[in-house]
């Protein structure tokens, strides 16, 4: 990656065709944190694998996918952010919509956190 930018851009194309997965493996530091709101039962996950495995299971589940919008990225020196819109029915029958925005912090052109507001 040349920039911040091109990273960012790149990110939101793979996204909005649900490389989630590949995202992950491609822009993520090694030692990368993901981390959800207080609410969430897994709030905070370190490492690329592990964040890699959060993300299977969470697809595993999914059923239907029936909205998916992800926003042009608005960015910063070390930092970026999304609003990612998801609306899925999981495997279970339960209907699931998050309506979140996500901020990346980025050093050594590689995702050294990713956050989740929702």
């Known amino acids: 990656?040349?920039?911040?930018?091109?990273?960012?851009?790149q990110l939101v194309i793979m996204l909005r065709e649900k490389k989630f997965v590949e995202v992950q493996q491609q822009f993520f530091a090694a030692d990368a944190?993901?981390?959800e709101p207080e609410k969430f039962k897994e709030?905070?996950?370190?490492?690329?694998?592990?964040?890699?495995?959060?993300?299977?299971?969470?697809?595993?589940?999914?059923k239907e996918w029936?909205?998916?919008e992800?926003?042009?990225p608005i960015v910063s020196q070390n930092h970026f952010s999304i609003r990612?819109?998801?609306?899925?029915?999981?495997?279970?029958n339960?209907?699931?919509v998050l309506d979140e925005i996500i901020?990346?912090?980025?050093?050594?052109?590689?995702?050294?956190?990713e956050q989740f507001f929702y």
């Not at 709030?43 to 999914?62: P, T």
């Not at 990612?84 to 279970?92: D, G, K, P, Q, S």
């Open 43 to 62: 709030r905070s996950v370190k490492g690329k694998e592990n964040i890699i495995l959060k993300e299977k299971r969470f697809l595993k589940g999914i």
């Open 1 to 9: 990656m040349k920039d911040l930018n091109e990273l960012a851009t």
């Open 84 to 92: 990612m819109y998801t609306e899925v029915e999981l495997i279970n």
């Open 70 to 72: 992800v926003s042009d």
């Open 66 to 68: 029936i909205r998916f």
């Open 103 to 113: 901020v990346y912090e980025v050093y050594d052109q590689l995702i050294a956190k």
């Open 94 to 96: 339960q209907k699931v």
């Open 33 to 35: 944190i993901a981390q």
